[in-house]
């Protein structure tokens, strides 16, 4: 078969698994299982094109009480800011799912020039592309809620090609979208920059990335500490309280007392998805340290964490760590490759193919292999595809349109999303107007009521173990004096609830 032929075949094969990821992602959402992530983000894009960045995100707050801040004061989330222009034009939810496809699908053209370049035989090329663009951790980042962290992703690979083919303008151009995508990428580049400065014909480029790193992480905790008037992030408290109250203790209390994030990071859950981040690459990426070694970061990031959720595959900041490792696979197969070949003084270019082809088959194996692992059938496409069923999905979408689209909402993990674009949202299951300090339900709306009238929708069968009510607390809620039915069915409830006691307001009490 012709180059240009097993060229279109590969660039077919890879745009063919990213569309299928798209349509999952896209099919996910329809059927009213994305959460809270993409809520947020959605809020932050609708906020930031009517409003502007420094209008309060109410869905933020729902990580801790009163924490009404900026949509930039989360992760200094700069990327966000053009993003908001393409939602205000398109306002839906199904713009971010479908943004973060296209970076994964340009992350893997990225990767696909990285392969033309360091491996020569064809064949080779393409079963290496299509075990990359399979790897399971990949996939179950991108069709689960939005994340920043899919701008990162798509510059690590062309970041990448700057700095081996010695494009400025690229290198530069990457590394200012990766630090504009979260601030902790600051951290990630930091380590790459200095893994960078180990090789004399990347030392350059180290020191830029070094210093551009560094100040950019200075700068944003300087902005974030403004932008959170003095707060801190209600996740660092979640993930790493057992250290300290705020970024400065942690750190210290970690050098200190090495051995309580070490004992997280050993766990069961972390040693297990550990093993379902590094089986389909067959510890490829650990022949590279240049790229090995920056993966770790994010990948010590999340299971250093007590909450238990973010020490598993699905944790959004192992988005950076697929990228780093699916780039480390492409340096060691050509290095393999190229070893074997100064090894072989006879038929050196047969050697050197076959052993390209070898190891891509090899990676392709284990990547169908660990799709079992990582992502039973059911959990995939089945599960998708049985959640569309009509009767669930049409008793909730009729529900939802009774809720007019400026009032205030209160909604559960899966609806959240669908109702995140209006100015007063929050999330059900945790801190919100209808909750005290302990979290239980009340009916007294915690400060002043934004509108005359708000709305709770809470979905009644749960998608997974988070159950986000009772039945003792859907009965509880319906004998409040406030609360007005509007609708309830095997899938949702839908109350209207009016303040009784003449403490409402027009103006929100943020």
Request: proline share 6%; net charge positive.
């Amino acid at each position: 078969m012709c180059q240009p032929t097993m060229g279109m075949l590969s660039c077919a094969i890879s745009s063919g698994i990213v569309c299928f990821l798209a349509y999952t992602a896209i099919l996910r959402h329809s059927t009213f299982a994305s959460g809270y992530d993409l809520a947020t983000h959605s809020q932050f894009c609708w906020l930031i094109s009517h409003y502007g960045f420094l209008e309060p995100s109410t869905i933020l707050s729902s990580a801790a009480p009163n924490f009404y801040v900026s949509p930039l004061a989360d992760h200094f989330s700069v990327v966000l800011m053009p993003l908001a222009i393409i939602y205000g034009l398109i306002p839906s939810p199904l713009t971010l799912v479908i943004a973060q496809a296209i970076c994964a699908w340009l992350f893997i053209i990225g990767i696909a020039h990285i392969i033309h370049k360091r491996l020569s035989n064809q064949l080779a090329r393409t079963v290496a592309l299509a075990a990359l663009s399979l790897y399971p951790p990949l996939h179950f980042q991108v069709r689960n809620d939005f994340h920043t962290d899919a701008f990162i992703i798509l510059a690590i690979p062309w970041l990448w090609v700057g700095i081996t083919e010695q494009r400025h303008w690229l290198f530069f151009l990457s590394l200012l979208l990766a630090l504009s995508a979260k601030e902790t990428c600051a951290l990630v580049m930091l380590v790459f920059g200095m893994a960078l400065l180990a090789k004399r014909q990347y030392r350059k480029f180290g020191v830029w990335m070094c210093s551009a790193s560094i100040a950019w992480l200075f700068a944003s905790q300087i902005l974030l500490h403004m932008l959170r008037n003095g707060k801190p992030q209600p996740a660092t408290v979640w993930y790493y309280g057992y250290l300290g109250n705020n970024l400065m203790e942690i750190t210290l209390n970690a050098i200190c007392h090495p051995s309580k994030p070490l004992r997280l990071l050993f766990s069961e859950d972390a040693l297990l998805s550990a093993a379902q981040m590094l089986l389909p690459l067959l510890l490829l990426p650990i022949i590279r340290p240049l790229l090995f070694v920056p993966s770790l970061v994010p990948f010590v990031q999340a299971f250093i964490s007590r909450w238990q959720p973010t020490r598993n595959i699905i944790y959004q900041g192992m988005m950076q760590c697929s990228g780093l490792l699916i780039l480390g696979c492409v340096e060691a197969i050509g290095f393999i490759a190229d070893t074997v070949k100064k090894g072989c003084k006879d038929n050196e270019a047969k050697a050197h193919n076959f052993c390209e082809f070898a190891v891509a088959c090899w990676l392709l194996f284990s990547a169908l292999l660990s799709w079992q692992l990582c992502f039973p059938h059911q959990l995939y496409l089945r599960r998708e595809v049985k959640l569309a069923n009509i009767t669930r999905v049409q008793a909730i979408r009729e529900a939802l349109n009774l809720i007019p689209e400026d009032a205030p909402v209160i909604a559960s993990w899966h609806l959240l999303p669908h109702l995140a674009n209006r100015r007063f949202a929050w999330l059900f299951e945790w801190h919100n107007p209808l909750r005290n300090e302990r979290l239980e339900l009340t009916p007294k709306w915690r400060g002043k009521m934004p509108h005359d009238e708000a709305y709770i929708a809470i979905e009644l069968v749960p998608l997974d173990a988070w159950k986000p009510i009772t039945p003792q607390q859907l009965d509880e809620m319906k004998r409040w004096r406030e609360i007005e039915t509007l609708v309830e069915n095997e899938y949702i409830a839908l109350f209207r609830y009016r303040c009784t006691t003449g403490h409402s307001g027009k103006e929100h009490n943020g």
